[in-house]
């Protein structure tokens, strides 16, 4: 237990900092607060099964799949609650930027993630790391262990193929 308060510590504000960024992109109306968030992503990251964590850029990497665990299971309860259908507004043009509309087009982010997986799971954590992780290209490729140019390539092939799946 020790152990554990001590990560928390040691990871808190980069997780909250990481939330708040993504928080930055959700529709104003998401009821999800940004302490919120990485309360669960931190409850999730050290759920029931131990992760051997290889280094702070892993460590990072997980916790940018489960904020985007989190924020994706909010939409759904969100929308189970009423009824959806509208017009998916989304885009991946700049990453400095992108902002999801709704909870439509996170919803939509995530079944394209789904696929693009199928096809290219390399790519699908690049674009896991940078838009849910806020990772920076070489954070990326450490992570990875690829080479720069690897991600580079693979961030332009995943955001091009997400484009068009959600046209």
Same mark, same amino acid.
């Given at each position: ?12 504000g980069q997780l ?83 902002? =999801? #509309?709704?909870? !439509?087009?996170?919803? %939509? @982010?995530?079944?394209? /993630? ?8 390399? $790519? ?10 806020? =990772? #920076?290209?070489? !954070?990326?490729?450490? %992570? @990875?262990?690829?080479? /720069? ?8 092939? $995943? ?9």
């Amino acid at each position: 237990m020790e152990a554990a308060n001590q990560l928390v510590e040691l990871v808190y504000g980069q997780l909250h900092r990481m939330a708040r960024r993504q928080m930055r992109r959700e529709n104003r109306a998401v009821t999800l607060q940004t302490t919120a968030l990485v309360h669960e992503a931190y409850l999730r990251l050290c759920g029931s099964e131990p992760i051997q964590w290889q280094d702070r850029v892993h460590f990072f990497a997980v916790a940018a799949q489960q904020l985007r665990r989190v924020l994706v299971d909010h939409a759904r309860h969100v929308r189970s609650g009423k009824r959806g259908g509208g017009v998916v507004n989304f885009s991946l043009a700049e990453f400095d930027g992108p902002t =999801l #509309e709704s909870d !439509e087009g996170l919803l %939509a @982010l995530d079944e394209a /993630l789904g696929r693009l997986e199928k096809l290219d799971s390399r $790519a699908t954590s690049v674009v896991e790391l940078r838009f849910f992780g806020g =990772l #920076e290209e070489q !954070e990326i490729a450490d %992570a @990875l262990n690829i080479s /720069l140019a690897t991600v580079k390539r693979d961030w332009v092939f $995943a955001r091009a193929w997400l484009a068009s799946q959600l046209m």
